[in-house]
């Protein structure tokens, strides 16, 4: 099957993740798409498939045409989609050699994706993308990785020439939600190290990631009849707005780029009663990430003294770690992945991650874990897309970075 057939085939099952459930997937759908995954591994050759309790997915392909003791290599994707926007009923469609023009994504809606808000578009003149309706994300994060390691493996297993060493395959749950890897069994996967296949543009290579923590900003109120309210009421909607202005106003995302971090509003909800405010923090220096949470406990710390004690309840929470210092003794992973792009016409771009990625919790759990291109871009909305052509790229590079460790010793 080719690596669009099984794409298209993904995104049409809804798999989005649910931040509120304290399950495992977090939504029952992600099983729906493992359950798929599981047969489709098994009627194409790969060995040992299991889906765990959680969710969890793993198989293996054992080493061929070599001695089999090198390296053994991960590649793993997440199953699960952003609940930023709507992942339900996808309704995906090509545009077949794109012309440069504005695509209408939604007639009726009126919604056009344009080469003059999204540049990237002009980079793809004459190749075939597959975009939205207009009403819902596309998922290309990151059922494009887990399509492009299902063909590689695939490719691997029906060529009788090929050359690898031992292949793991993992794909997680969750990893939109930030717990992707909360419960990853690396005693299941037996891996050396590994690569996600999760970020965007072809040609990417990433090994530096945010640090993150999350803020969860409650805020106590006290609602009286309005008519009566002087000196009574404490307006927790209020209070809530002057706790986001003593945030800094440059470290919000949309005033940032490259290594610089940000605080970032994503939800904010309630009445005068009770408020709450959920924030995520990013950096990737550790000493600015750990000023950004001390700003948050002064702000606090603050108005419970202006407002009352208890007034404001903040539960901060570390979600994870800049990767790069378990990456970097590891840069063979680096150099291979750049080297394995160049015998592909593919010009590697090493850029961080503004974001993050399973890889960074498992290179702290113990498996150096960078992420590699899928092709995709715009992700998380309707304007989300992904060129054909980057997608049949990027397996051609997996197949090359598999051969290619095949030769290596396994202290590589």
């Known amino acids: 099957m080719k690596v669009k057939e099984r794409f298209l085939k993904y995104v049409a099952i809804e798999t989005t993740s649910d931040p509120t459930s304290e399950t ?3 939504s029952a759908k992600q099983r729906v798409l493992g359950d798929a995954l599981v047969a489709e591994m098994q009627a194409i050759g790969i ?35 952003s609940p930023d926007f709507s992942g339900k009923d996808v309704k995906a469609r090509v545009v077949e050699a794109y012309d440069g023009s504005d695509i209408v994504l939604n007639e009726a809606e009126g919604i056009v994706m344009s080469p003059k808000k999204f540049e990237s578009l002009e980079k793809y003149i004459g190749q075939d993308l597959i975009v939205t309706d207009g009403t819902t994300l596309l998922g290309a994060d990151d059922k494009a990785g887990v399509a ?18 031992p292949i793991k395959i993992a794909f997680t749950p969750d990893e939109e939600i930030g717990r992707g890897a909360d419960l990853f069994d690396l005693g299941q996967l037996k891996a050396d190290f590994g690569y996600t296949v999760d970020g965007g543009e072809i040609g990417e290579i990433e ?8 803020a969860i900003v409650t805020i106590n109120g006290s609602n009286i009849h309005p008519g009566y309210a002087k ?32 605080s970032h509003l994503n939800d904010f909800e309630g009445n005068v009663e009770k408020a709450v405010m959920r924030y995520i923090i990013r950096d990737h220096d550790m000493a600015k990430f750990e000023i950004k949470k001390a700003r948050f406990e002064r702000i606090a710390a603050y108005l419970n003294a202006e407002y009352g004690e208890g007034t404001i309840v ?9 990767m790069r210092e378990k990456v970097a003794p590891h840069m063979h992973m680096i150099d291979v992945a750049a080297e394995a792009m160049h015998t592909q016409g593919v010009t ?24 590699l291109c899928t092709g995709g871009h715009n992700f998380h909305g309707k304007f989300e897309y992904i060129p054909v ?4 790229k990027t397996v051609s590079i997996l197949i090359e970075i598999a051969k290619r460790y095949a030769a290596m010793p396994s202290e590589a």
């Not at 040992?48 to 969890?56: E, H, Q």
């Not at 000196?231 to 780029?257: D, Q, S």
């Not at 590697?348 to 992420?371: E, H, Q, Y």
């Not at 052509?389 to 049949?392: D, E, H, L, N």
């Open 207 to 214: 090994f530096e990631n945010f640090n993150a923590a999350s």
């Open 47 to 81: 060995s040992n498939v299991t889906m765990d309790k959680n969710g969890y997915i793993y198989g293996e392909l054992p080493a061929k045409n070599c001695d089999g003791l090198g390296p053994k290599v991960a590649f793993l994707a997440h199953m699960d989609t």
């Open 231 to 262: 000196l009574k009421m404490k307006n927790a909607l209020l209070i809530g707005m002057a706790f986001h202005e003593m945030l800094p106003v440059f470290e919000n995302p949309a005033y940032t780029e490259g290594y610089e971090g940000f």
């Open 148 to 165: 492009e390691i299902m063909t590689m493996a695939e490719c691997l297993l029906n060529d009788p020439d090929a050359v690898h060493g």
């Open 314 to 322: 903040l539960d901060l929470k570390d979600s994870y770690y800049n």
């Open 24 to 26: 495992c997937p977090s």
């Open 389 to 392: 052509q980057s997608m049949t």
């Open 348 to 371: 590697p771009i090493v850029v961080p991650i503004r974001g993050g990625t399973d890889g960074s919790r498992l290179s702290f759990m113990g498996l150096p874990c960078p992420n």
